[in-house]
């Protein structure tokens, strides 16, 4: 019996990629002579802090000038930040199953659909003038969601193989990358942006599911379960990357919290009195927080 040969490559793989690829290059082409010329100006660098993004103002701000027709309509419309935020929630819900049963190239365009919802609806709430602190724990809570959902889909992917566990490595870091920021912002301490920050993460991931059926199915035939290894691969590097963030934004966060001696005293004080912690308000009772930074460190008891 002659063997059968593997299917071949689904005939929509390479359209799907390389309009994915015009989709950003060709615009990108632009943006780059209109930096070139002046005519664009690149966001402003922040701190180093505990480390350089992964993306850089350069791209960040591609991204927001190719997004800069939609902000324009989304002002225009009747939409609220919170319906963008609760619809980006849909989205990854939608995404976490394409990517669960291996539908990749549809995975990353409703990924990048749904990042693309992210950065909207901030923007939509300081066009609008609607920021405000529910709408920010919303949004930081639907992102930990979305997080959430799609990396679980990765894991349901991969399930029973070893990149089950890589990507249940890069589920567990993205939140402590998430939450190690947040609890240092809470306790006051700023500059905890680090390398894989969450749009890098999905960038990332996004890109290397858009590449990874076409040269998959070419590697592989269209078997019913194919590793595509450009995912695979994408997964090992975030697992990494998001790692380093995780201990640069936790080690950073002990050193600013570190105990400091105040101006005019001694490093190492000889009247039995310990140096005041950041947020400590000294009285005859003894030490005991501010209020403000009582309420920080309640926030996850």
Known sequence: MRPIPPAPSLPSDLPYLLGFIAFFALPFCAYVVLVAGGGVKLPASKPKGSGYRLFG?????????LLSPLFRLALRSRLTPNHVTLLALVVAMVTSVAIGTGHFALASALLITGGTLDIVDGQLA???TMTTLRGAFLDSTVDRLCDGLVFGGCVVYYAGTPMMFVALAVLVMSFTVSYARARAEALGVAGTEGLMQRA????????A????????????????HPFYAITAGSLCLLAVLSTVT???????????????????ESRDRDDGRPARLPGVQS?????????KTERALRLDG
């Not at 890098?200 to 890109?207: S, V």
């Not at 599911?209 to 019913?224: C, I, T, V």
């Not at 995780?246 to 005019?264: D, F, K, Y």
């Not at 009285?283 to 209020?291: D, V």
């Open 57 to 65: 103002p350069f791209f960040i701000g591609y991204y927001y000038w």
């Open 126 to 128: 300081r066009l609008k």
């Open 200 to 207: 890098d993460r999905l960038t990332l991931l996004g890109i």
């Open 209 to 224: 599911l858009a590449f990874s059926p076409y040269f998959g199915h070419r590697a592989e035939g269209f078997g019913p």
């Open 246 to 264: 995780a201990v640069s934004r936790i080690l950073w966060t002990l050193n600013q919290l570190m105990p400091r001696p105040q101006v005019g």
């Open 283 to 291: 009285g005859e009772a003894g030490p005991r927080l501010n209020p």
